[in-house]
């Protein structure tokens, strides 16, 4: 990439957002030779494996965790336009992770983080599909972790800022 003005190869990023309806990472550039400004959109572009807990592989697909999440988000609080902005952000993350492959358990770790900043409920149907509790009082102890992490962090958790700060 080059400076549109100058053609310098060095710059400072300023800003870094994530464009959740386009797919994109927004960067507001600087060139450190004419210090002109500028910004660039980076499609993101996953081609990450997934390691399924049979050992195949499969390709990571946006739509199948959409799916996904949407079925776990039902009569949540949760609306469709937040599931796909959330889908959006999980994407992002990947991207910004920079690796080739991630198993199926750490993309569930990964995405039932941001469930449970959202809504409790959703939380516990998506861990019920990913974490396969043993038996009913594995579940139990979940909920009861999540409830009493609620109490403590609810406040903080209001504000949160999920755009990926990193350039
Ligand atoms: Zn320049």
Redesign the pocket.
């Known amino acids: 990439m080059q400076?549109p003005?100058?053609?310098?190869h060095e710059f400072k990023v300023t800003d870094s957002r994530i464009a959740a309806d386009i797919n994109a990472i927004k960067r507001r550039r600087e060139?450190l030779?004419?210090?002109?400004r500028f910004t660039t959109f980076e499609t993101i572009d996953l081609s990450i494996q997934v390691k399924k807990r049979n050992g195949t592989y499969e390709d990571f697909q946006q739509e199948k965790l959409l799916k996904g999440l949407d079925a776990a988000c039902r009569h949540s609080k949760i609306s469709h336009d937040q599931v796909r902005s959330l889908v959006y952000r999980i994407t992002a993350d990947l991207a910004e992770r920079q690796i080739r492959e991630i198993s199926s358990q750490e993309l569930g770790d990964i995405v039932m983080n941001y469930l449970n900043h959202l809504d409790v409920v959703a939380y516990i149907r998506f861990a019920c599909v990913y974490k396969r509790f043993k038996n009913i009082d594995d579940l139990v102890l979940a909920i009861e972790a999540i409830q009493s992490k609620d109490k403590l962090s609810s406040d903080q958790k209001k504000d949160k800022d999920y755009d990926v700060q990193k350039g």
Do not use: I, M, T
């Open positions: 400076c003005f100058c053609h310098h060139c030779n004419c210090k002109s």
